[in-house]
Nanobody, 114 residues
């Protein structure tokens, strides 16, 4: 059973930055694509960024240029660096391991407020 544990969420002021981490308990971590999603209150979960096993990245238009996804296969961890945060970025953030089956983390709350 693969477990994904997110961390790094919290309260940040508008314009600030946060770095989320997602640690996986899986030795084959490097073979899978990973993604970050978020779910704002009352809204659907949306894909923000993904990183393939070969390191290729792709971003949603809403975060392109502000968020950066990266991975450290030696630490079985994927990161999401978030800059220029605004209140509209307030949401629960989840990481996902793509595949069959797919696995989700439990989520970490990010609140952007002054």
């Amino acid at each position: 059973q693969v477990q994904l544990v997110e961390s790094g969420g919290g309260l940040v002021q508008p314009g600030g930055s946060l770095r989320l981490s997602c640690a996986a308990t899986e030795l084959d971590f490097s073979e899978y694509s990973m993604g970050w999603y978020r779910q704002p209150p009352g809204k659907q979960r949306e894909l923000l960024a993904m990183i393939l096993a070969d390191g290729f990245t792709n971003y949603a238009d809403s975060v392109k240029g502000r968020f950066t996804i990266s991975r450290d296969n030696t630490k079985y961890t994927v990161y999401l660096q978030m800059n220029s945060l605004s209140p509209e970025d307030t949401a629960v953030y989840f990481c996902k391991r793509f595949g069959d089956p797919e696995y989700w983390g439990q989520g970490t709350q990010v609140t952007v407020s002054s």
